[in-house]
């Protein structure tokens, strides 16, 4: 499940859980989007969306937290071009990579 960690966002994120459980379907964990947006000028960080949220909930309902992912305007650039920002040397990239790892590390992949 991915979420934004704002309250508003983690409504749907709980009815997405809730239709999953009544389905039987497995979640894998739940992902932070939007966590957080380092400025290209200055390299401040800012957490725009607030954060913490999708962790929160993940401990509530008890199910694996697999990362945060900022917002990067190179996330959206590499997705329109159809090159994986993944396997670019972005900064952006490491979180895709952490997310995958905890993954695999949990034998979910």
């Known amino acids: 499940i991915i979420s934004t960690p704002q309250d508003i966002a983690l409504l749907d994120a709980r009815k997405a859980l809730n239709m999953f459980e009544k389905t039987k379907t497995p979640v894998l964990g739940m992902v932070e989007n939007m966590s957080s947006y380092i400025c290209p000028a200055c390299g401040n960080e800012a957490k725009l969306f607030g954060s913490g949220g999708v962790k929160k909930e993940a401990a509530r309902q008890n199910i694996p937290f697999l990362g945060q992912i900022p917002l990067d305007l190179n996330i959206r650039l590499s997705s ?11 900064s952006a990239a490491s979180a895709y990579m952490s997310l995958a790892e905890k993954l695999i590390l949990g034998n979910m992949a």
């Open 80 to 90: 329109d071009s159809g090159k994986p920002l993944a396997l670019s040397e972005d």
